[in-house]
T-cell receptor
Framework: NAGVTQTPKFRILKIGQSMTLQCTQD?????MYWYRQDPGMGLKLIYY???????DKGEVPNGYNVSRSTTEDFPLRLELAAPSQTSVYFC??????????????FGPGTRLTVT | EDKVVQSPLSLVVHEGDTVTLNCSYEVTNFRSLLWYKQEKKAPTFLFMLTSSGIEKKSGRLSSILDKKELSSILNITATQTGDSAIYLCAVVVSSNTGKLIFGQGTTLQVKP
């Protein structure tokens, strides 16, 4: 199993450009999450999905969009990039087994710089 | 507003020392608390704690939740340079969605 994979690893965007961060998991997990991590700030939830076709906003959704057409893929779209979106982005997934097991598995991250 | 606070924010110790990292939380709907270790890339899971108060152990690492104090500690004994990392605490605030609220993290540096 590859687990959770993210592409690209690094990206530099100009202000106003758009891009999609890709996230794929091969564990057949229902739950998927997008976080951003700024220095000294921990991880902040951007969007999440509880299954194909179902998404919802997290703590910091402004400037982002998501879709979930399949169980495996959960792309994050940045429209009109701004310097405030410079961050490291992590995708995570969770199986949602019975018994309240909440461990999330994280991808390797995408480092995005907007200049 | 749900909040998770970790202390200290950073810590420098020497190999062999014992460290205690703290995590306190104020959330409306507590389900569980998780600890992660992050070494330059993806966070990796360490422990999940519930209100049962049962201590979790793995080698030199141990953790316990104090539900009265709304806090958790992560202990690392006989530290090694490989323990250098950011330690993240997160609280599950929804059993339906598994949403996590993270603390700021504690950066631990272990010097030889």
């Amino acid at each position: 199993n590859a687990g959770v994979t993210q592409t690209p690893k690094f990206r530099i965007l100009k202000i106003g450009q758009s891009m999609t961060l890709q996230c794929t998991q091969d564990m057949n997990h229902n739950y998927m999450y997008w976080y951003r991590q700024d220095p000294g700030m921990g991880l902040k939830l951007i969007y999440y999905s509880v299954g194909a076709g179902i998404t919802d906003k997290g703590e910091v959704p402004n400037g982002y969009n998501v879709s979930r057409s399949t169980t495996e893929d959960f792309p994050l779209r940045l429209e009109l990039a701004a310097p405030s979106q410079t961050s490291v982005y992590f995708c995570a997934s969770r199986g949602g087994l019975a018994g309240g097991w909440y461990e999330q598995y994280f991808g390797p991250g995408t480092r995005l710089t907007v200049t | 507003e749900d909040k998770v606070v970790q202390s200290p924010l950073s810590l420098v110790v020497h190999e062999g020392d014992t460290v205690t990292l703290n995590c306190s939380y104020e959330v409306t709907n507590f389900r569980s608390l998780l600890w992660y270790k992050q070494e330059k890339k993806a966070p990796t899971f360490l422990f999940m704690l519930t209100s049962s108060g049962i201590e979790k152990k793995s080698g030199r690492l141990s953790s316990i939740l104090d539900k009265k104090e709304l806090s958790s500690i992560l202990n690392i004994t006989a530290t090694q340079t490989g323990d250098s990392a950011i330690y993240l605490c997160a609280v599950v605030v929804s059993s339906n969605t598994g949403k996590l609220i993270f603390g700021q993290g504690t950066t631990l540096q272990v010097k030889p």
